[in-house]
T-cell receptor
Framework: AQSVTQLGSHVSVSEGALVLLRCNYS??????LFWYVQYPNQGLQLLLK??????LVKGINGFEAEFKKSETSFHLTKPSAHMRDAAEYFC????????????FGDGTTLTVKP | DSGVTQTPKHLITATGQRVTLRCSPR?????VYWYQQSLDQGLQFLIQ???????AKGNILERFSAQQFPDLHSELNLSSLELGDSALYFC???????????FGPGTRLTVL
C-alpha cells in the first residue's frame, strides 16, 4: 500500500521568502515521487520527479525537492517566492507494483503576499 | 500544452441525465487515468486503463463507467447524474503506470 500526506492545506509566504511545502509518503516498495502544480482553471503539470537517482531533484520554475528515505519525506522548496508561484501543489507517490497507480496527496494551496 | 486533449471543455446538463467525456492521450502513452476534482473532495482518482484494459479502480461510483479503445482514446460515461457530480473531470496519461502523468485541461461538468 502507498499513501501521501501533505502537511498544511494552506501555506502563505511573502514575495521573496522561502517556500517550503511538506510531503511525507508511505510505500512498501521503493517509491517514485512527484510534485505537480495546478494553476487556477488548469490541469496539473509536473514540477519534478524522483526516480531513485539523485536524492536532490531540481524541477522547473526554481523548485527543488529532497528525497529523505529515513524521514520518508519529499519536501518541496524554493529559495525565493514569486507572485506567479501562487497555485495548488500536489505530492504523489507511485511504484512499479500496485499497477503503477499514483496516489496523490490532498494538495497545498500556496498564497504569495506582495 | 501537455499533449492530452479532453472534450468537451464545459458541459451543463440536468439531474438524471447521462454524459460522455472524451480523452485522447499523448502520442505513445498507453496508460490513461480519470480523476474527479471538486471543492469538497479534492482530487479523487477514479480509474486507470493500460492499453485497453482496466488496471486500477479508485473511488468510482457504479453509475460511472469508462473504457479505453484500440486507438487508446478513452471515454468516461456518467449516468443518472446528481447535483453532487458537478466537478472538474481530468484525464491524464503516462507511458507506463509508474511514470509521471500528463494531465489534460479538464472537463467542467455542471449538473443543474
Amino acid at each position: 500500500a502507498q499513501s501521501v500526506t501533505q502537511l498544511g492545506s494552506h501555506v502563505s509566504v511573502s514575495e521573496g521568502a522561502l517556500v517550503l511545502l511538506r510531503c511525507n509518503y508511505s510505500s512498501s516498495v521503493p517509491p517514485y515521487l512527484f510534485w505537480y502544480v495546478q494553476y487556477p482553471n488548469q490541469g496539473l503539470q509536473l514540477l519534478l520527479k524522483y526516480t531513485s537517482a539523485a536524492t536532490l531533484v531540481k524541477g522547473i520554475n526554481g523548485f527543488e525537492a529532497e528525497f529523505k528515505k529515513s524521514e520518508t519525506s519529499f519536501h518541496l522548496t524554493k529559495p525565493s517566492a514569486h507572485m506567479r508561484d501562487a497555485a495548488e501543489y500536489f505530492c504523489a507517490v507511485s511504484s512499479n507494483t500496485n499497477a503503477g497507480k499514483s496516489t496523490f496527496g490532498d494538495g497545498t494551496t500556496l498564497t504569495v503576499k506582495p | 500544452d501537455s499533449g492530452v486533449t479532453q472534450t468537451p471543455k464545459h458541459l451543463i446538463t440536468a439531474t438524471g441525465q447521462r454524459v460522455t467525456l472524451r480523452c485522447s492521450p499523448r502520442s505513445g502513452d498507453l496508460s490513461v487515468y480519470w480523476y474527479q476534482q471538486s471543492l469538497d473532495q479534492g482530487l479523487q482518482f477514479l480509474i486507470q486503463y493500460y492499453n485497453g484494459e482496466e488496471r486500477a479502480k479508485g473511488n468510482i461510483l457504479e453509475r460511472f463507467s469508462a473504457q479505453q479503445f484500440p486507438d487508446l482514446h478513452s471515454e468516461l460515461n456518467l449516468s443518472s447524474l446528481e447535483l453532487g457530480d458537478s466537478a472538474l473531470y481530468f484525464c491524464a496519461s503516462s507511458v507506463q503506470g509508474h511514470n509521471e502523468q500528463f494531465f489534460g485541461p479538464g472537463t467542467r461538468l455542471t449538473v443543474l
